[in-house]
């Protein structure tokens, strides 16, 4: 089973940056590279948002990603997966940004999700 841990939230001020990091344990290195990941925030009680997904290293979008509109141009997801890990390098950062961040893991049926990484731009 996948098991997920997000790290490097925190407090920053508007127009910062903050990478976040989502390391993936639980299963081998050619079973990581066929999950899809992606990242999601959640402020308070309204529906989690898809903030940016990197494709899964087997197939034909492979590492290929998508962002949402709100993070276009100012966030970056890359995935080592030699590393176990997931990246999100968020810059120019914004009020609106602030929420928890979680990790989120597919392939086909199979999904995880992180415990969550709470990220605050506030001055």
């Known amino acids: 089973q996948v098991q997920l841990m997000e790290s490097g939230g925190g407090l920053v001020q508007p127009g910062g940056s903050l990478r976040l990091s989502c390391e993936v344990s639980?299963?081998?290195?050619?079973?990581?590279?066929?999950?899809?990941m992606s990242w999601y925030r959640q402020v308070q009680e309204k529906e989690r948002e898809l903030v940016a997904t990197?494709?899964?290293?087997?197939?034909?979008?492979?590492?290929?990603?998508q962002y949402s509109d709100s993070v276009k141009g100012r966030f970056t997801i890359t995935r080592d997966d030699l590393a176990k890990t997931v990246y999100l390098q968020m810059n120019s950062l914004k009020p609106e940004d602030t929420a928890v961040y979680f990790c989120?893991?597919?392939?086909?049926?199979?999904?995880?999700w992180g415990q969550g990484t709470q990220v605050t731009v506030s001055s």
């Open positions: 989120h893991a597919k392939r086909g049926s199979f999904e995880y």
């Open positions: 639980g299963y081998s290195l050619s079973l990581r590279v066929m999950f899809a």
């Open positions: 990197i494709a899964a290293l087997a197939g034909s979008d492979a590492g290929s990603t």
